[in-house]
């Protein structure tokens, strides 16, 4: 799998961006390898995050939306207080955003809207600011 997954750019960019404002770095997969194996390789594409919740440990799935709600539950969170990002359609962007989770689509997004990354930020930026409070802007 190391060898497999590949960094995106658009994606590493929003996560320094999320880490330089001290935002809490959670990543939530559909995935069948444990825990560390996943901490692992994030780490060694120089992913640094505060907690997984890893479908092959909680037995949830983001596809049903179970793993969402078992990670606000977790975390103390309200819905309109995390923010998603994913490359998958459908249990990256509809499923959270039908739960009322702040969520972006990555390839969706850029596609749809012909966003780069710096318009993304800027739309962060905007929530931040607005009803969808996502945290202290940086």
């Keep these: 799998e190391n060898d497999i997954l590949s960094v995106k750019n658009d994606g590493f960019e929003l996560y320094q961006y999320a880490k330089e404002c001290g935002k809490k770095i959670i990543c939530i997969s559909d995935m069948y390898l444990p825990k560390e194996i996943i901490r692992q390789i994030l780490k ?3 992913y640094e995050v505060d907690d997984l919740y890893i479908s092959s440990d909680t037995g949830k799935r983001k596809s049903s939306g179970d793993l ?3 990670v606000l539950e977790k975390e103390k ?3 309109d207080a ?6 998958n359609k459908d249990s990256d962007f509809l499923i ?3 739960m009322g989770i702040v ?7 850029m596609k749809i ?3 780069q990354v710096q318009d993304m930020l800027v739309w962060i930026r905007l929530l931040q600011s607005q009803k969808y409070r996502i945290g202290k802007a940086c």
């Excluded at 995390?82 to 490359?87: L, Q, R, S, T, Y």
């Excluded at 969520?103 to 997004?109: A, D, I, V």
């Design 44 to 46: 060694a594409k120089h």
């Design 82 to 87: 995390m923010v998603h990002i994913g490359d």
């Design 68 to 70: 969402f709600r078992y």
């Design 96 to 98: 959270p955003l039908s």
């Design 113 to 115: 809207f012909s966003l």
């Design 103 to 109: 969520s972006f689509n990555l390839t969706n997004s």
């Design 77 to 79: 969170l309200r819905n």
